[in-house]
């Protein structure tokens, strides 16, 4: 019997705000309101459940404002402090080979592979849009990777 795993692992990834200021043109770079504590408090769980009732989920919206016409705000394009959840997906595999028949010429292989063994949600990017209603928050599809699942095969080898 033989039998693998693999562990699919990242550290957390930043994410950064984003707003348009130029004829809705994305990408430039919001204004930071000093003091402020840009990143919400409480688990990854809390902080999506509050994402998906309004902004301020995952982001404090409170803490950027739109910069003046035609300039970019104050907030880097990378913000340390901002980073959604990381990988940690683990998918595992089990196969037996059994040869059978006159001079074990016929053989036969059966697998059992589980994906996202350990059924561990990873959580998408939150809106990084300043200024949208939902900045800050989650809309529409929040798990972005799959449910486990667990398929068997079997194959016969002549």
Same mark, same amino acid.
């Given at each position: 019997?033989?039998?693998?795993?693999?562990?699919?692992?990242? =550290?957390?990834?930043? /994410?950064? %705000?984003?707003?348009?200021?130029?004829?809705?043109? +994305?990408?430039?770079? #919001?204004?930071?309101? @000093?003091?402020?504590?840009?990143?919400?408090?409480?688990?990854?769980?809390?902080?999506?459940?509050?994402?998906?009732?309004?902004?301020?989920?995952?982001?404090? =919206?409170?803490?950027? /404002?739109? %910069?003046?016409?035609?300039?970019?705000?104050?907030? +880097?394009?990378?913000? #340390?402090?901002?980073? @959604?959840?990381?990988?940690?997906?683990?998918?595992?595999?089990?196969?037996?080979?059994?040869?059978?028949?006159?001079?074990?010429?016929?053989?036969?292989?059966?697998?059992?592979?589980?994906?996202?063994?350990?059924?561990?949600?990873?959580?998408?990017? +939150?809106?990084?849009?300043?200024?949208?209603?939902?900045?800050?928050?989650?809309?529409?599809?929040?798990?972005?990777?799959?449910?486990?699942?667990?398929?068997?095969?079997?194959?016969?080898?002549?």
């Amino acid at each position: 019997m033989r039998w693998s795993r693999l562990l699919a692992s990242s =550290s957390p990834t930043q /994410t950064a %705000p984003s707003g348009a200021n130029y004829y809705g043109a +994305p990408g430039l770079r #919001p204004n930071v309101v @000093a003091g402020c504590k840009k990143a919400t408090s409480g688990s990854a769980q809390s902080r999506v459940i509050r994402g998906l009732s309004g902004p301020n989920g995952w982001i404090n =919206s409170a803490c950027f /404002t739109t %910069p003046a016409a035609y300039t970019f705000g104050d907030e +880097p394009r990378v913000d #340390p402090s901002l980073t @959604a959840d990381g990988i940690a997906n683990w998918d595992f595999a089990a196969f037996k080979h059994t040869t059978f028949g006159p001079d074990n010429k016929i053989g036969f292989e059966f697998r059992a592979e589980i994906f996202n063994t350990f059924n561990r949600t990873q959580f998408g990017p +939150p809106a990084n849009t300043a200024g949208a209603g939902n900045f800050g928050g989650f809309s529409g599809q929040v798990q972005m990777n799959t449910p486990r699942l667990v398929q068997f095969a079997g194959k016969i080898v002549f």
